[in-house]
T-cell receptor, first 114, second 113 residues
Framework: DGGITQSPKYLFRKEGQNVTLSCEQN?????MYWYRQDPGQGLRLIYYSQIVNDFQKGDIAEGYSVSREKKESFPLTVTSAQKNPTAFYLC?????????????FGDGTRLSIL | GNSVTQMEGPVTLSEEAFLTINCTYTATGYPSLFWYVQYPGEGLQLLLKATKADDKGSNKGFEATYRKETTSFHLEKGSVQVSDSAVYFC????????????FGSGTQLTVLP
């Protein structure tokens, strides 16, 4: 079945440590996205990528980094510069940036600080 | 810029009750509108969408009509079930927007047996 796989489901970070969240899709989608979700809030866009080897900052990119070396993969690194990283992180993909293409979401990674 | 305002929750209903979750939007350009649902501990699933004025999106008994005159996209279901308990997000995207979706803050729905 086609879909988006995020791993791990739960992740713990120590102070000063960088951690990387995995996102893989087999939908052959061009565009991929990372969102952050905090309790009682909507989703906020961290980074997005329209094509391989290209990515753009979203609304809350500070303290995060991404890469897009392969079409199917869009890993997110939460760096030590992100002072409040505890959140639920969702990866999504869509066929293109065209406005009426729905995004498909993974099941998320919950990141906590030790 | 684009924004989405959703009815604040939480909403608690008895099984078989009628559901309405209000959603209004502000957008530059002509948006496409979406409702997503999130079950506990999971990602978001597309529930329904509408891409032009007066379109009605429908799925699993849920409906929403794109009302351009009132800039609204309210979600309705005639008879809710316990299994409908989840968080519902209204979202929009506009042509030419490099960042696709703008989300509302979500509405928590709990359906009691």
């Amino acid at each position: 079945d086609g879909g988006i796989t995020q791993s791990p489901k739960y992740l713990f970070r120590k102070e000063g440590q960088n951690v990387t969240l995995s996102c893989e899709q087999n939908l052959n989608h061009d565009a991929m996205y990372w969102y952050r979700q905090d309790p009682g809030q909507g989703l906020r866009l961290i980074y997005y990528s329209q094509i391989v080897n290209d990515f753009q900052k979203g609304d809350i990119a500070e303290g995060y980094s991404v890469s897009r070396e392969k079409k199917e993969s869009f890993p997110l690194t939460v760096t030590s510069a992100q002072k409040n990283p505890t959140a639920f992180y969702l990866c999504a993909s869509s066929q293109s940036i065209s406005s009426n293409q729905p995004q498909h979401f993974g099941d998320g990674t919950r990141l906590s600080i030790l | 810029g684009n924004s989405v305002t959703q009815m604040e929750g939480p909403v608690t209903l008895s099984e078989e009750a009628f559901l309405t979750i209000n959603c209004t939007y502000t957008a530059t350009g002509y948006p496409s509108l979406f409702w997503y649902v999130q079950y506990p501990g999971e990602g978001l699933q597309l529930l329904l969408k509408a891409t032009k004025a007066d379109d009605k999106g429908s799925n699993k008994g849920f409906e929403a009509t794109y009302r351009k005159e009132t800039t609204s996209f309210h979600l309705e279901k005639g008879s809710v079930q316990v299994s409908d308990s989840a968080v519902y997000f209204c979202a929009l995207s506009t042509p030419g927007s490099a960042r696709q979706l703008t989300f509302g803050s979500g509405t928590q729905l709990t359906v009691l047996p």
